[in-house]
T-cell receptor, first 114, second 112 residues
């Protein structure tokens, strides 16, 4: 069983929809949680970063972490065609952060159609 | 400011051939990593380095060697390529005290 499980989709939504992306994990030592966005044929870029449990909002994006359930989510409001990409969750423990040792989910392919 | 630069962008090898994937960063980052990305597998850590002269293994190190002689460069070597190493390879770097990793554009490798 993978340490981090992410529904690979693909997920197709109309423009303006609310999108929910989720990951579950098994390692209770994970403390830092990230969402990366990866456009086709490009490298991943950091979208959201949260520490421990709680919510973080940045524009149309909200990241939630529930450590008690080992569950993280990314919500995209008013989705746009430009949001079409692969979204990867990633996480690490305190020691792992300092060494860049991220554990990734499989990635969810999102398409937002006009 | 180029960020993280990977070369080549594409490469086709025959089984048993060797090659080096190059990675350079111009942000003076101490931490650099190599990942491979396969369909349905996400990104998996191959090797990482916390500074010049210091490297360590990640989750899938077999078949790969690394060295770090300078802060800027972190090459990944395939000594005897195998079809199982067909993948997209990403190099990443991270500054001290910050949790943001910067990824290169990737190298697409096919081993026939």
């Amino acid at each position: 069983q993978k340490e981090v499980e992410q529904d690979p989709g693909p997920l197709s939504v109309p423009e303006g929809a609310i999108v929910s992306l989720n990951c579950t994990y098994s390692n209770s030592a994970f403390q830092y949680f990230m969402w990366y966005r990866q456009y086709s044929r490009k490298g991943p870029e950091l979208l959201m970063y949260t520490y421990s449990s709680g919510n973080k909002e940045d524009g149309r994006f909200t990241a939630q972490v529930d450590k008690s359930s080992k569950y993280i989510s990314l919500f995209i409001r008013d989705s746009q065609p430009s949001d079409s990409a692969t979204y990867l969750c990633a996480m690490t423990n305190a020691g792992g952060t300092s060494y860049g040792k991220l554990t990734f989910g499989q990635g969810t392919i999102l398409t937002v159609h006009p | 400011n180029a960020g993280v630069t990977q070369t080549p962008k594409f490469q086709v090898l025959k089984t048993g051939q060797s090659m080096t994937l190059q990675c350079a960063q111009d942000m003076n980052h101490e931490y650099m990593s190599w990942y491979r990305q396969d369909p349905g597998m996400g990104l998996r850590l191959i090797h990482y380095s916390v500074g010049a002269g210091i490297t360590d293994q990640g989750e899938v190190p077999n078949g790969y060697n690394v060295s770090r002689s300078t802060t800027e460069d972190f090459p990944l070597r395939l000594l005897s390529a195998a079809p199982s190493q067909t993948s997209v390879y990403f190099c990443a770097s991270k500054g001290e005290g910050r949790n943001i990793q910067y990824f290169g554009a990737g190298t697409r490798l096919s081993v026939l």
